[in-house]
T-cell receptor, first 112, second 114 residues
Framework: DAKTTQPNSMESNEEEPVHLPCNHS???????IHWYRQLPSQGPEYVIH???SNVNNRMASLAIAEDRKSSTLILHRATLRDAAVYYC?????????????FGAGTQVVVTP | DAGVIQSPRHEVTEMGQEVTLRCKPI?????LFWYRQTMMRGLELLIY????????DSGMPEDRFSAKMPNASFSTLKIQPSEPRDSAVYFC????????????FGSGTQLSVL
């Protein structure tokens, strides 16, 4: 029962923007969308999260579709250090709280 | 704060031996999570605790796995007896309560069972 759909991989040139899509058609109005990334040989790290409106922080921007069934993580200027697996994870309010379940994610490759 | 601290960073053991992984969560966090990562299965949630009480252990693969949280600053994941298929990276994470709260992960324990 796949709760999110992400492309397996995406490539980008350094200094260019990267748009990572995620489909999460099963979320409801009170479910948050979280994004994490995992650099090689490290634990996952938080990137950004949102509920309804678009969000920005120092790492990335999150654009959430009006119907909330999809979102896009935007890395404005990719660097080599952004090469990682990016996970889109819905936080379902109806789940036993805390169940942050990771899918396969999107492998981002950044070329110089 | 030092973040989530896991030990050991690497563990190599022989099949049949007992393995104990340790985790110190961030002070003030209510939730603690244990994940396992393999190439085949990705990141799997094994178990999580709220205020030291196990809430959901449905991800624990079998009875050989057990987890405890005797106090707010310490948790263990034990495998007894260990098997080669248990070889993986085990991550611990902690969080405050809330759907908009973020998880903080440790650096993981690389376990190799020979």
């Amino acid at each position: 029962d796949a709760k999110t759909t992400q492309p397996n991989s995406m490539e980008s040139n350094e200094e260019e923007p990267v748009h990572l899509p995620c489909n999460h058609s099963t979320i409801s109005g009170t479910d948050y969308i979280h994004w994490y990334r995992q650099l090689p040989s490290q634990g996952p790290e938080y990137v950004i999260h949102g509920l309804t409106s678009n969000v920005n922080n120092r790492m990335a921007s999150l654009a959430i579709a009006e119907d909330r069934k999809s979102s896009t993580l935007i890395l404005h200027r990719a660097t080599l250090r952004d090469a990682a697996v990016y996970y889109c994870i819905p936080r379902f309010s109806t789940d036993s709280w805390g169940k942050l379940q990771f899918g396969a994610g999107t492998q981002v490759v950044v070329t110089p | 704060d030092a973040g989530v601290i896991q030990s050991p960073r690497h563990e190599v053991t022989e099949m049949g031996q007992e393995v104990t992984l340790r985790c110190k969560p961030i002070s003030g966090h209510d939730y603690l999570f244990w994940y396992r990562q393999t190439m085949m299965r990705g990141l799997e949630l094994l178990i999580y605790f709220n205020n030291n009480v196990p809430i959901d252990d449905s991800g624990m693969p079998e009875d050989r796995f057990s987890a405890k949280m005797p106090n707010a600053s310490f948790s263990t994941l034990k495998i007894q007896p260990s098997e080669p298929r248990d070889s993986a990276v085990y991550f611990c994470a902690s969080s405050k309560q809330g759907l908009n709260e973020k998880l903080f992960f440790g650096s993981g324990t690389q376990l190799s069972v020979l």
